[in-house]
T-cell receptor, first 113, second 115 residues
Framework: GNSVTQMEGPVTLSEEAFLTINCTYT??????LFWYVQYPGEGLQLLLK?????DKGSNKGFEATYRKETTSFHLEKGSVQVSDSAVYFC????????????FGKGTRLHILP | SQTIHQWPATLVQPVGSPLSLECTVE??????LYWYRQAAGRGLQLLFY??????ISSEVPQNLSASRPQDRQFILSSKKLLLSDSGFYLC??????????????FGPGTRLLVL
């Protein structure tokens, strides 16, 4: 079945550091890939998505590229801010299979000023 | 534009008491609806999803149930809460028909503490 694996946290960085959160997936079809972000005490928000191989999703300085050859969708940001502290979830959706999203377990990110 | 509401925002209930959490969506018709639970410091667990009025699929057998009495209303219930029911409950919706049917949009959540 489909699955998502992302790096365990917490990840602690200093402000302005470079961020990478790794995410790999297993899928039998042609899934779309997502990154969601959850700020403290809130629901999840869509951060970015990519629907096919080699697509790059981007938003708020974050980027992720859909790599089919490595089955990966790593999240990157060149210079993080304290306000980026949150939990980040990698996810996939395969509408050819069902209407559900498969989420990774989440990675907690702490940014120190 | 579409919005999703959940209430209450926070709830403290004794073990063995009943539960009713409500979720409503505005600005769209016939959405798919989802209930997730997030235990403290852990990932998301899909509990129920619904593709239409009265149509509920259960992902995890437990003492919770869900109902969809109206197109844009989704209710999570329990007759007797357990300590293990504590967590953060999230409702989500996605489009059906035309448009982006893959992205799910989440409500603000309900934090439930069972004592």
């Amino acid at each position: 079945g489909n699955s998502v694996t992302q790096m365990e946290g917490p990840v602690t960085l200093s402000e302005e550091a470079f961020l990478t959160i790794n995410c790999t997936y297993t899928a039998t079809g042609y899934p779309s890939l997502f990154w969601y972000v959850q700020y403290p005490g809130e629901g999840l928000q869509l951060l970015l998505k990519a629907t096919k191989a080699d697509d790059k999703g981007s938003n708020k300085g974050f980027e992720a590229t859909y790599r089919k050859e490595t089955t990966s969708f790593h999240l990157e940001k060149g210079s993080v801010q304290v306000s980026d502290s949150a939990v980040y979830f990698c996810a996939l959706s395969d509408l050819g299979r069902d209407d559900k999203i498969i989420f990774g377990k989440g990675t907690r990110l702490h940014i120190l000023p | 534009s579409q919005t999703i509401h959940q209430w209450p925002a926070t709830l403290v209930q004794p073990v063995g008491s009943p539960l009713s959490l409500e979720c409503t969506v505005e600005g769209t018709s016939n959405p798919n609806l989802y209930w997730y639970r997030q235990a403290a410091g852990r990932g998301l667990q899909l509990l129920f999803y619904s593709v239409g009025i009265g149509q509920i699929s259960s992902e995890v057998p437990q003492n919770l149930s869900a109902s969809r009495p109206q197109d844009r209303q989704f209710i999570l219930s329990s007759k007797k809460l357990l300590l293990s029911d504590s967590g953060f409950y999230l409702c989500a919706w996605s489009l059906t028909g035309q448009g982006d049917q893959e992205t799910q949009y989440f409500g603000p959540g309900t934090r439930l503490l069972v004592l």
